[in-house]
């Protein structure tokens, strides 16, 4: 039987960005101030040290976390003796298994199933923050309050993470030792990895980087599934009556926390009776999305051979099900950053938020994106928060031409190239 993953609601979006701005901003004004009263009786020294340990947090957004695997790469790298502890949402502890950079000991975690439990999970971490006396925090998130928080409160003499400079609004404090501005015409995992070069040197107050990303530095570790898991999910396709020789395609019409980013349902629906066409092909629908959205995908398409597993599967399962299968077709979300780790073919469609700096690290990705003049209004600066309510940037991307893109690759191009590492030169496109 497929092992159900636990399905919690998870606290939204909009809490998060209300109790982030009216805590948060408060909060970081005061701490700002004890910092600098501090400072005067206790000034910091200054030099550089090689770190024993360092922190990483991002809470939210596994898609993120695949993206700053080079960062944490370079820091293993640079620092062999470092220890690497990550800070995050548990719904994402998983993913540090597949990555395999940092130790499951090593990290903690904070619960997002309400207001009150993640408090209390916060207040349990920066516990145990504190007895560790990390050298250096690493703030992964681009403008968060809480983070920023959390960053000081854990004790590190160094504290690295994005800053706003001469930017008006985003204001998060003056908590940070090592500053880094944030780009928003680079690739984010170009960002990531420019924060590496500020472990293990001085305080730096001033946003200029003596270093470019060079091409060939980023790349993702790559999946590969036990022989025990590959025969085990061939089993469990088999039970669901899928011939070891059709065709299948593995289908995400939801998003998560954003629907935004969401193409409308009704054009997944067309384009899913399109495939169901050929009676060799088979869709699976899986992710980790809202369930009601993909089970009335699933309930409409009312086809045998479209076959709904979202949230019936683990992680691994997931990633294994993926080497499985001809192409992954989904919204800007965590799964089509999965599906980076492995040689899956990927269809993803953009609209509120930039491919320029959100899409997957694979060469195998052809990206779906309107060009807009509104698009991308979703962005780091107003905290992915838009006012849109009609989201044409995707509805205009019609389905009809969806499908031509999608069929002339899978048909006609069955034998492809193992995907390079120097995503750069796949931007032209856009």
């Given amino acids: 039987h497929l092992r159900m993953m636990g399905k919690k609601e998870r606290i939204s979006i909009d809490a998060m960005r209300r109790i982030d701005v009216g805590f948060g901003v408060p909060l970081c004004f005061f701490f700002t101030v004890i910092d600098r009263i501090l400072k005067l009786f206790f000034p910091v020294p200054q030099g550089t040290t090689p770190p024993r340990k360092v922190l990483f947090i991002k809470l939210s957004e596994m898609g993120a976390i695949?993206?700053?695997?080079?960062?944490?790469?370079?820091?293993?790298?640079?620092?062999?003796?470092?220890?690497?502890?990550?800070?995050?949402?548990k719904s994402n502890k998983d993913l540090f298994g597949i990555l395999g950079v940092v130790?499951?000991?090593?990290?903690?975690?904070?619960?997002?199933?309400?207001?009150?439990?993640?408090?209390?999970?916060?207040i349990k971490a920066l516990v145990a923050i504190r007895r560790l006396k990390a050298d250096m925090v690493i703030d992964l998130e681009f403008f968060s309050r809480f983070t920023a928080i959390v960053s000081y409160l854990a004790g590190a003499k160094n504290r690295a993470g994005f800053y706003r400079y001469t930017m008006e609004g985003l204001y998060r404090g003056d908590l940070l030792t090592h500053r880094?501005?944030?780009?928003?015409?680079?690739?984010?995992?170009?960002?990531?990895?420019?924060?590496?070069?500020?472990v293990g040197q001085p305080a730096k107050m001033t946003p200029e980087l003596a270093s470019y990303v060079k091409e060939g530095e980023i790349s993702l570790p790559r999946f590969v599934p036990a022989p025990e898991e590959?025969?085990?999910?061939?089993?469990?396709?088999?039970?669901?009556?899928?011939?070891?020789?059709a065709r299948v395609l593995l289908i995400n019409p939801?998003?998560?926390?954003?629907?935004?980013?969401?193409?409308?349902?009704?054009?997944?629906m067309v384009l899913a009776r399109k495939f169901l066409e050929d009676e060799k092909n088979y869709l699976i629908i899986a992710g980790a999305s809202e369930a009601q959205r993909l089970e009335e995908f699933h309930r409409e398409i009312g086809n045998n051979r479209c076959i709904h597993l979202s949230g019936k599967t683990s992680l691994r399962e997931?990633?294994?099900?993926?080497?499985?299968?001809?192409?992954?077709?989904?919204?800007?979300?965590?799964?089509?950053?999965?599906?980076?780790?492995?040689?899956?073919?990927?269809?993803?469609?953009?609209?509120?938020?930039?491919?320029?700096i959100?899409?997957?690290?694979?060469?195998?990705?052809?990206?779906?994106?309107?060009?807009?003049?509104?698009?991308?209004?979703?962005?780091?600066?107003?905290?992915?928060?838009?006012?849109?309510?009609?989201?044409?940037?995707?509805?205009?991307?019609?389905?009809?031409?969806?499908?031509?893109?999608?069929?002339?690759k899978i048909y006609a191009a069955p034998g492809i190239k193992e995907p390079r590492a120097d995503f750069l030169k796949k931007f032209h496109k856009y």
């Fill in 66 to 89: 695949i993206l700053s695997d080079p960062l944490l790469r370079r820091v293993q790298k640079d620092y062999p003796k470092a220890e690497i502890f990550f800070l995050t949402f």
């Fill in 103 to 122: 130790p499951s000991e090593h990290v903690l975690t904070i619960r997002d199933d309400a207001v009150l439990v993640a408090v209390w999970d916060t």
């Fill in 180 to 198: 880094i501005p944030y780009n928003p015409h680079l690739h984010i995992s170009e960002m990531f990895l420019s924060i590496g070069q500020l």
């Fill in 230 to 245: 590959s025969e085990m999910m061939k089993k469990r396709l088999a039970v669901l009556d899928i011939p070891e020789d």
């Fill in 254 to 268: 939801g998003e998560g926390r954003i629907p935004l980013r969401e193409w409308p349902l009704e054009n997944y």
């Fill in 318 to 356: 997931l990633l294994t099900l993926l080497t499985m299968t001809e192409a992954v077709i989904t919204n800007d979300s965590g799964l089509a950053h999965l599906a980076a780790l492995t040689s899956i073919r990927q269809f993803v469609f953009f609209g509120p938020e930039s491919p320029r």
């Fill in 358 to 408: 959100f899409s997957p690290l694979s060469d195998k990705v052809h990206v779906f994106y309107s060009n807009l003049p509104c698009s991308p209004c979703l962005s780091a600066y107003n905290h992915r928060n838009s006012v849109c309510k009609n989201n044409l940037c995707l509805k205009t991307i019609n389905p009809d031409d969806v499908w031509r893109v999608i069929a002339g």
